[in-house]
């Protein structure tokens, strides 16, 4: 069939498995239109594979995908399509109550991304939840993050959090130096030691009330990826009750992950890498309410995680095609670069462009209805050693403690990056290395997806 189909040059075709959600939409008067939420027209690919980095397999096995075919009509009189009713459907958090948040995005630019019709029904999902978005019109973060400080400036102690929503080339990302040069020795060659240059994007500096630190209100984003039903989704991602053993996989050479996990249950059996590989784990074992990967980013492919073998060797653990179907709904990560959502690290001056769910994971995760994405912008420092309790480990073990006390994801990552601070930024302030190295842990850890 697709042999015949690349013969046909008038003919234009879609396909679930390459394009994702597709809509065709009638006009009177004339022919079909055919939008879809990702990929090309007239893709004859058999399935998505890539090289990994190292000269790593392709991928020899798909799972099952689930997939959706979306049609609707329109006509000159205005009638809604099916696919509008189905948009009017989403109702802001599932209809959970939502403590009083600040909804952050600009609302042309979002709209260049996601369609007028995406951009209305976001506008109109906010208001109908009595929550309030403010439409900014700064075009970098330093303007940006001036009209959101004015607002709470304006209502102190009215709004419990900040939700951004869009992207970098909607609400632009802050490029933030946790480097101190005081005390330094040799601050060049110091600051060259961290691949980052310790310099990471952060949202933080959008919730700072009072413009004294990192750490204001809770922040969260909601990425656009260029795709409307994947903010439509992740503004309206319902608390599942999926299954409650939670599921976790770690590269072998992170032993301390163990303790990590006891936290979420202490019971659940925690999988390593080696000896298992992307293609011996099935989808559904990512469809837990917790989750938990402790495994190797890369910059460059944010569509793979890597373990380890005894050897040393790296090897795909987790790929985007495990991510399916109601995937997690609070996944914690602890891979380098998990969240760099604009391909470029923060310290490379070149242009940005906005990933998408088909090439990062954590989006991946948004897009299959996943309430929070939590994960670091840079490079993540952490030990090879069971018993060590620094770098970045105490962000896991805090963020879980307060998430299994009850707090949502947004709020328990803010709760564990102030003990953080407390504990380690402050207390090691006659340190400067070790200083800088938990200053960039703290700045560089985000909360993507709703959160709340």
Request: glycine share 10%; net charge neutral.
């Amino acid at each position: 069939m697709l042999e015949w189909l690349s013969q046909q040059p008038a003919v234009r075709w879609a396909r679930t498995s390459c394009n994702g959600w597709v809509t065709a939409t009638k006009q009177v008067g004339s022919g079909v239109q055919l939008q879809t939420s990702r990929g090309n027209l007239n893709d004859r690919t058999l399935f998505r594979a890539t090289s990994d980095a190292g000269g790593l397999d392709i991928d020899q096995k798909v799972f099952s995908h689930h997939t959706a075919v979306r049609l609707g009509t329109t006509t000159k009189q205005g009638k809604k399509s099916d696919l509008a009713a189905m948009e009017e459907s989403f109702v802001l958090a599932n209809g959970r109550q939502l403590p009083h948040l600040l909804f952050v995005t600009s609302k042309a630019r979002l709209q260049n991304r996601i369609g007028a019709d995406g951009m209305a029904q976001v506008v109109q999902m906010i208001a109908a939840a009595g929550q309030e978005l403010l439409d900014v019109q700064g075009s970098d973060y330093q303007s940006c993050s001036g009209e959101i400080l004015a607002a709470l400036q304006n209502h102190p102690g009215l709004y419990q959090g900040v939700v951004l929503i869009g992207g970098h080339m909607v609400v632009p990302f802050a490029r933030v130096d946790t480097f101190d040069h005081t005390g330094v020795q040799d601050p060049d060659g110091q600051r060259k030691s961290d691949i980052d240059h310790f310099i990471v994007w952060s949202d933080d500096v959008y919730a700072d009330p009072d413009g004294k630190g990192p750490l204001g209100l809770p922040v969260s984003r909601i990425p656009d990826g260029k795709s409307s039903e994947l903010v439509l989704k992740a503004l309206a991602t319902p608390d599942t009750q999926m299954t409650q053993i939670p599921f976790g996989i770690y590269n072998m050479h992170r032993p301390f992950a163990h303790k990590v996990f006891k936290l979420i249950d202490p019971n659940a059996q925690l999988e390593a890498s080696g000896p298992i590989f992307h293609s011996q784990i099935p989808y559904d074992r990512f469809q837990a309410q917790r989750v938990y990967i402790m495994l190797h980013g890369t910059d460059f492919d944010g569509k793979l995680y890597l373990g380890e073998m005894t050897d040393g060797s790296q090897k795909k653990t987790v790929a985007l095609m495990n991510i399916q179907g109601s995937a997690g709904q609070v996944v914690f990560t602890g891979c380098c670069w998990g969240s760099l959502l604009s391909g470029k690290k923060a310290r490379v001056d070149s242009p940005i462009i906005d990933r998408t769910p088909d090439e990062l994971i954590g989006l991946k995760f948004l897009m299959e209805g996943a309430r929070a994405f939590v994960g670091c912008s840079g490079t993540h420092y952490s030990s090879d050693r069971a018993d060590v309790f620094d770098f970045a480990i105490p962000i896991h073990h805090y963020f879980w403690t307060y998430f299994q006390q009850g707090e949502v994801p947004a709020v328990a990552l803010f709760r564990a990056k102030q003990k953080y601070q407390q504990e380690f930024v402050e207390q090691f302030r006659f340190d400067p290395m070790r200083r800088n190295i938990y200053r960039k842990c703290m700045w560089q850890y985000s909360c993507l997806g709703l959160g709340w």
